[in-house]
């Protein structure tokens, strides 16, 4: 099993359209979890931090199943600017320095379209 | 505030030449990462420093070097390019605690060995 493994996508959707995401990690160890996102040729950036129980940030929506190891990004209401590649990244304690490292996904690239 | 300044932004090696990509952080961060993405995967971690004088190998170390003489600066040198290290980099710091491990990415070199 990959240590963070995404939906492969691409993703297309209308404007307005709610999309969500799926991810899996293989770590049970794992204590951190997150949702950034890359727009093309950019840097990731912190989309969202994701708590056990569950947090939203206006039209996004994240949880976690620890128990099937499982992280999800729920988007509301689409945005033509939402379009971008959103990377599922998981702390892997123990690796990275003592606060451990992080291990991003591959990505699913979501388009949005008119 | 410039936060993560990597230079440069593109560059392209002939096979066996040597360069050093640069990256310096203005926010006092100890923890700081290179990272390399390939066309449509993850970010793979190359090497990681835990403050001033610390370094440590990544997934991913062969075929690069770093050092971490102050704070601020975390150069990645390449002794001996090679076709397989054409890809995008990704210099990023955080500090050290806090329960959101935010990463901060500098804008990233688009490296080609040919």
């Known amino acids: 099993r990959k240590e963070v493994e995404q939906d492969p996508g691409p993703f297309n959707v209308p404007e307005g359209a709610t999309v969500a995401f799926n991810c899996t990690y293989s770590n049970s160890a794992s204590q951190s979890f997150f949702w950034y996102r890359q727009d093309c040729r950019k840097e990731p950036k912190l989309l969202m931090s994701?708590?056990?129980s569950g947090n939203e940030d206006g039209r996004f929506t994240a949880q976690l199943n620890r128990a099937s190891q499982y992280i999800s990004l729920l988007i509301r209401d689409s945005k033509l600017s939402d379009s971008a590649t959103y990377l599922c990244?998981?702390?892997?304690?123990?690796?990275?320095?003592?606060?451990?490292?992080?291990?991003f996904g591959k990505g699913t690239k979501l388009s949005v379209k008119p | 505030n410039a936060g993560v300044t990597q230079t440069p932004k593109f560059r392209i090696l002939k096979i066996g030449q040597s360069m050093t990509l640069q990256c310096a952080q203005d926010?006092?961060?100890?923890?700081m990462y290179w990272y390399r993405q390939d066309p449509g995967m993850g970010l793979k971690l190359i090497y990681y420093s835990v403050g001033a004088g610390i370094t440590d190998k990544g997934e991913v170390p062969n075929g690069y070097n770093v050092s971490r003489s102050t704070t601020e600066d975390f150069p990645l040198r390449l002794e001996l390019a090679a076709p397989s290290q054409t890809s995008v980099y990704f210099c990023a710091s955080r500090p050290p605690r806090g329960r959101d491990e935010k990463l901060f990415f500098g804008s990233g070199t688009q490296l080609s060995v040919l």
């Open positions: 926010m006092n961060h100890n923890y």
């Open positions: 994701v708590y056990s």
């Open positions: 990244v998981v702390n892997k304690r123990g690796y990275g320095g003592s606060q451990g490292n992080l291990i």
